[in-house]
């Protein structure tokens, strides 16, 4: 059948994982992602749920990325939606970038950015660059009665990742801008496992994995600190700060992983543990 639809079983490759987060309040988050890929191509689905005590119903956003991977550069657009559940729903679309600064580093997989898929990748050599922007444009809608109340929301990232020695670097930031202030986002913000009401005017990460520090286990630990316009997150101050410690071990075909997130807000202090596994082929 391969062979009939003229394709190269040897450049077929899928990569899939499902990951599952806990949190206070009864929050419970499920996160399943797959890439399918052939030659350049790859094909990226997925579905997020999460839910909460406060929030009562389960929310589940469905999207989908498309990318052409080579060995200089990724290019990618993406675009899904949240249903409506107790009377909030989003549409988005966006669109990403990265290129290799050394192209004849490694593979095609990216050390930042929508094409690292998680993981840190090992390049030849002592150092690997890879450099990237994406934009992504969302409208959130909180539907009153017979009135739709909305608000758009652009957010712009640029990001960079590099491998020196033993360790993988990546870092980001992210702007926010915003149409109609009418209804409360609801989603991630970058870097952190969980979803929350709240508009954010600025984010930074920094993230190290240590790749080959202890037999099979890749140890990696990350820091955020996020800027609101306001929302429930920021109900006594402009700015969080989240710590991500974890690590994962990658058997070729298998993957499994666990991260543990310090969030810190105002007065308050919440941990969340995300556990999952995967597999590629």
Do not use: C
Not at 75 to 87: H, L
Not at 224 to 237: D, H, R
Not at 256 to 278: L, M, P, R
């Amino acid at each position: 059948m391969v062979a009939a639809l003229g394709l190269n079983a040897s450049a077929l490759y899928f990569d899939g994982g499902l990951t599952g987060t806990t949190g206070p309040d009864g929050y419970r988050g499920t996160k399943l992602n797959l890439v399918i890929g052939e030659g350049n191509l790859a094909f990226e689905p997925s579905v997020t749920s999460y839910t909460s005590d406060a929030l009562d119903k389960t929310y589940r956003t469905w999207g989908l990325r498309g990318a052409m991977e080579t060995d200089k550069y990724t290019v990618g657009a993406e675009a899904g939606m949240t249903p409506e559940v107790n009377d909030y729903s989003n549409k988005y679309v966006g669109a990403d970038i990265t290129i290799s600064l050394t192209p004849t580093s490694g593979g095609k997989a990216r050390l930042a950015g929508p094409g690292s898929r998680g993981m840190a990748r090992s390049g030849d050599g002592i150092t690997r660059v890879d450099v990237g922007a994406a934009l992504k444009h969302t409208m959130h809608t909180n539907s009153a009665g017979t009135t739709d109340l909305d608000t758009a929301q652009t957010a712009a990232t640029l990001f960079a990742g590099a491998k020196v020695l033993m360790l993988n670097l990546s870092a980001s930031f992210t702007g926010y801008s915003y149409g109609d202030d009418d209804a409360t986002p609801q989603g991630f913000v970058p870097s952190h496992t969980f979803v929350t009401s709240a508009k954010p005017r600025s984010s930074v990460n920094a993230r190290v994995d240590l790749p080959s520090t202890i037999p099979m286990v890749t140890p990696f630990a990350g820091y955020t600190v996020t800027k609101y316009k306001g929302g429930t997150a920021a109900a006594e101050t402009d700015e969080s700060t989240a710590i991500l410690l974890g690590g994962y071990v990658d058997l070729n075909m298998l993957v499994a992983n666990v991260t543990y997130q310090i969030f810190s807000y105002a007065d308050e202090t919440d941990s969340f543990v995300s556990i999952g596994a995967g597999i590629k082929f």
